[in-house]
């Protein structure tokens, strides 16, 4: 998981780097924001996985 998240990261980054440097600002902005979104869904989706073992553990 961390890894996918690292990974995420770097393309992102790299992707906006070579955004700003074309001047293209605001594409730069929008791949952030997005490569935000998904590092966010995909911890919702593990803490999902999580709530769901953790009730069938203990029987809530």
């Known amino acids: 998981m961390i890894l996918k998240i690292t990974g995420i990261g770097l393309l992102i980054s790299v992707a906006c ?32 996985n999580l709530f769901t073992t953790l009730t069938r553990v203990f029987g809530f």
């Not at 605001?26 to 997005?34: D, F, M, N, R, Y």
């Open 17 to 48: 780097q070579v955004l700003s440097k074309s001047g293209r600002e605001e594409q730069a902005t929008l791949l952030s924001i997005a490569g935000i979104i998904i590092v966010m869904l995909l911890i919702v989706s593990e803490l999902d």
